[in-house]
């Protein structure tokens, strides 16, 4: 069996990489080979968000609409419909929502007066109400000052996040991420495994036409049940997705490049790039 691997610092990484070259794959993987690391999906908090209407919907409504709960879900609506059709949802709320689960987590404590920023409270202060009838042109609050646990157990994967330069800075501005992997696959690469992708949805099975076909062609193996595709797996959706990460992804690696904790890694598949991952993983944060 395979050895519980420790670590002797915080890890606090990120994945950078276009959609499809498999960043949760990877980070699946480092979270089973160190346990000590948590993964944190930006799109999974937003999925999470969106479905459960959370207070991240009832608060922004709060500002623009006063109580009134008929326009309550209006921003987690429109979120949705920014993820379906593959564009970014604004930075702010992104960066609340990671900023939520950090302090949830206790890895990151206020110090000194603590105003009313997050996700729970429909406190608004001056700054954040919006300044335009555009539910998503709000400015930045200034967050107080925070610490961040050093600890190991305090180490994370951010998985999705941060996506441009905009969201590196603030968060880089309470937690510095000391540890970011640049995952480079070449498009096309991607772009064939996403076209090729067939699933079936109750059990979860993945076929690839091209490297792992089913045996009868558009059924599952075992239960004989019709594939369908995934709902990401949408050709064009996939294309704005690209175009988007590749607009942000370039002052992104720069800015990391800056701060001396960038690392590329290059490879085909996820079973190429992982052990090259471990590695540099366990040289970086191993015991
Ligand atoms: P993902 O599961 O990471 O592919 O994210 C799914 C969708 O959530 C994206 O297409 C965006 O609409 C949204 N999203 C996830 N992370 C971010 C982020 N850091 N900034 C803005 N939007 C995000």
Redesign the pocket.
Known sequence: MDRVRRLRRAARIILVGA?GVGKGTQTERLIKRYPQLSAI????L?RNNVRNRTPLGMWRAACLHGESGTNRHHVGIQAEA??KI????P?MM?LRLIFNELSTRGWIKPEGPVIPYTLNSIAATEAEIPSSNDPFAFTLPTFPSYSYSDSPTASFIL?????NVS?ARQIDDFIPINWVVHINTPSEVVLDRISNRWVHAPSGRVYNTTFSPPKVPGTDDITGEPLTRRD?DDVEVWKT?LSNFEQASVPLLEHYHTKGVLWTVNGNTSDEISPKIFMEFERRFGI
């Open positions: 959609p999906s930006s799109g999974d937003l920014k993820m593959g564009q970014l949802v930075d992104m998985d999705g996040f941060p996506r969201q990401d997705r």
